[in-house]
């Protein structure tokens, strides 16, 4: 019944409209005596941040957080953690007279609520996610205090057009691609489009390591199910597959099976094997590039700045399961 | 914390062990007053029952389910009902010495639990969606009484390596396809992958119409996001795609967005926005025929019998959103 | 949102009516690995048995209990619980052309849902309580695993006119007092009642000793508000009360706090302090017995009965908190 | 699981510590287009904020709310509604060098979370249930809505040795006495009591009037159960009783049965029957004023800034059950 909630154990509730006084998040079922670890949260926001780079918005956030409860000496209280942070550069107006905003949830989210805020999609802009980083970052920390190595990287597998093929890994870029050529193909792609007033989906791929078997419970809370909630629950998200998705169907299953190339995700019977979980999300392209774009602050593709926010998401599945799996056996 | 439940308002929780003494299922928060429609739920059964034709698992099950509870004089009470179905024909023996199963969930799930119940998977058997149809039953006599007219058809659209491109409709065949000659080939393939350990997956696709526009709770039970976990639960899928899903990353927004053809699925901002509602799953082939092919009592693809499932899954959405809409609003 | 269901994490959902098929229970939460002690089980269904003695209703329940789900070879899987019993022995006729029953919840039930199940108050009965006593019985084989000397005892204090001031302790008699002299005066006030269509309310005392400190949740699950929420659900009573309770409004503060006599009856901010719990519930007289006194089959003082009930409702609290505190701590 | 939230539908979660930066709740449920009425809540901020007479606290807060989301034009918007208070004139030097305080939670607090934050109680202090009074406003604003008479009034009925037998009603008074001379007479041990470090409990009386039938869930969501768990969430709380309570013991049942004095306190099978639901709360004797006194920011009866606290959980608990019983019947 929580529609603002996210979890079981490690839940968090998001709130604040974009042009309201603050967005904001509560964090419950973070145990005492976690650490709280400023950097991981300050790099989160950063991430998602708008204005880091040409080719995203220039809506200027700030984005200072201010932890409310919760948290004592630098470390957390074992009580809720409130977390907000202030809403500010709105301009409202340039919203205000504009005509029906193709392909947005105002009007679906009109005419079910009858009452709204109109400024800026309201609740449902994208500046929602910042309390989904938030409580991502708090999810890491105590991720990374239960399994010292555990890492969650999302990275762009395609964007319009342009694909990596080979996905080696390497340093994230400005547009999350891992491969340097295909950034600078897609930096140039993105400008071009932010000129044109164009837009870009695109595919995320996401890789969890050094990840524990036994996570997920079945069978309503299977691992994959959890995480596609998760992810399906971003704003433009409209695809997810795990392990090898699709593409499992054009195999006959006598070969998938023998296969040892990850194609179950590292998810098996809904509970993680021990290997790499492995997924792919789907974006639709933006929509609100085509509505503004000359007044211009969104972006011609929102997956550079969604890739944290994905991240996010993963880090609080894991967490929350994390501490589910205290209550599977006797001892 | 619920892991055997699914849904917020209409809740149904699943139980049984495969080889146990039953499986069953408890519904709850079916209003009073609600007739019992033996129809609607005989016809689920059957459309999952094994059994029913040369392609699916020759596994004999009568699956006569008993109201326990919950319903008098033919009509629901408010209170929860629970239905339960004997399990029978269980040839435990089959399993019992069988090497470890390739692909199959025993292991992870051996591996959590400690304990477990190896006959024929107990739980993570594919019977235990035995107890989703039944809630799925349910849940379609609630929505009809709401929605005269909301329909819910899932189909096979892809299977290993025949597929239905067009979509056309009409009376679903033996293996789901909507067109005769798919149907034809596709039974002449799974004869053929039945004799020789062979095994599919493929694709279902799914379509709500006459839906009302509204369903889904912003931010973290859109429609969207609640469709996938349902969806997802179901053994063997491993990818959900709304609308035009990972297609829609090949298309530039401004055609994107101005087309018309039920790109979003029917699902805007997370909620339902009137049209038709319609998504894809995709399934890994089946792990069991691998193993036990002499044996045989496995499906050599899944979808056939999966089709019904989905559409109960989708049914216990529908009906869960539909009351919760009942509180949006002051009056 | 689960009216029929009780408890966080250790959770049981009660279903069925007084008259219907089966009644039953379902218990979600329990780790796998724990050994099914059917003595207590049955213990418990003895205890709360009509038939047992003069004084309590001759309705004849055998009270069999089977478990369909969630057990194999003696030990829980980690998976739901299903347990049903028969109904038998309705003599649905006894009630059907009776008139409205005085102090019965039958009218605001049936103006509650319009349809209901009339037969013997339906869901409404105390025949509901056999699916507490099952799941109370779970709940104890679980918190003796992990506490190998915790005991609840609960015990009549007061029946009508009749108290026990002392409380000694001793075994349980037929009426639930622990003092002899007390009981068979109890015996006699009981069978007078039952021939003369009177009935008596009373007190009944409850003591949990041996219990770890650090129990409960703030701060709205606290150990008292939650053994609060688990008595008062109990069909007749009507006040519950921790420690020295109402009598504490008696005392100035200074003298109060320095007395050692488990004034605070176990519970100190909500959470337990190591010492006994102790709490007392008060019960209105049955009114059943006022209505069909000479077709009789209800009991002219419920507390006997009630007592294994109160005991299963702490059994389910403190399994819950039990598990829920492993949730407290980093490590 | 949600240790800090209470309600099912209607749902608020309290955060802060007492010498933290802020105090807060969030609100959930809230349908859209409810007029925000800040009458009524800062007449309950008043009620409950201390140093408002000579006899309370005289720590200084000014407990200005602030709302941060979830209000757009002065109506509710269905999203959560965030308020926040700052906390000032902390002075947690006066709790420092303090020995262990008597009676106080802080022991067992510290003993279950390892860390915990030391200054006046931390999430354990009184101020936390500044948190319910605001989202008991709202509820409030809610019920008057839907029930345009509906009230809910809480006085004191006694106090140490002070008693009002009559309960007469009556505009209330500074110590919560609906009787004047009472209040006189209260108001003068009260004042001797903080002069001299004592304190003392007593019990509150509650009353909802203009409330309608039907209200309540079974079986374990009952009206009764649901306050009783609202108001022994309360910190002193430690005994609750609907209608005659304990009482009800001293009365042979056809007697009681027969009477029309509101003996049932508006419940019937857990379900409210209409007539006016009538409770008692009873309160331990204050512990803080023992040792601080001389340093005095604490009450000698905690009483008279209670009463609204209570009102407050009752209007959440009223309100939830408003919105719940939408979902009983089929239309």
Known sequence: MS??????IFKMTSFGESHGDSMGVLIEGVPSGLEVNSEILNQFLERRRPGQSE????????DLPKILSGVFEGKTLGTPIAVTIKNKDQK?????NLPERKGHADKVWKNKFNHNDPRGGGRSSGRETVSRVIAGAFAKMLCLEILKNIKVEAMTQKMGPIEDIELMGG???????????????????????KAGGKSYGGVAFCRVSSVSAGLGQPVFKKMKSELASAVMSIGAVNG??????????????????SENTGQYGGVQGGITN????????????????LNVAKQGRHDPCIIPRALV???????????????????DNLK
Do not use: C
Request: aromatic residues 10%; hydrophobic residues 40%.
């Open 92 to 96: 409202s107006e340039d919203y205000k």
């Open 309 to 327: 926010v994905i991240e996010s998401m993963v880090w609080m599945v894991l967490a929350d399961h994390l501490l589910w799996s205290r209550l």
């Open 240 to 257: 997810f597959e795990i392990g090898d998705g699709f593409e499992a169907t054009d195999k006959e299953g006598s070969v998938y099976h």
């Open 171 to 193: 340093l994230p870029t400005q547009t999350g691609f891992s491969d340097n050529d295909l950034n600078e193909e897609a930096m140039e792609m993105l400008l071009e489009a």
């Open 274 to 289: 021990g290997e790499d979980i492995t997924f792919r999300v789907s974006f639709k392209p933006t929509s609100s590039v």
């Open 3 to 8: 529609a603002n909630s996210f979890g079981h």
């Open 55 to 62: 080719v995203v918005t220039s809506r200027n956030e700030a």
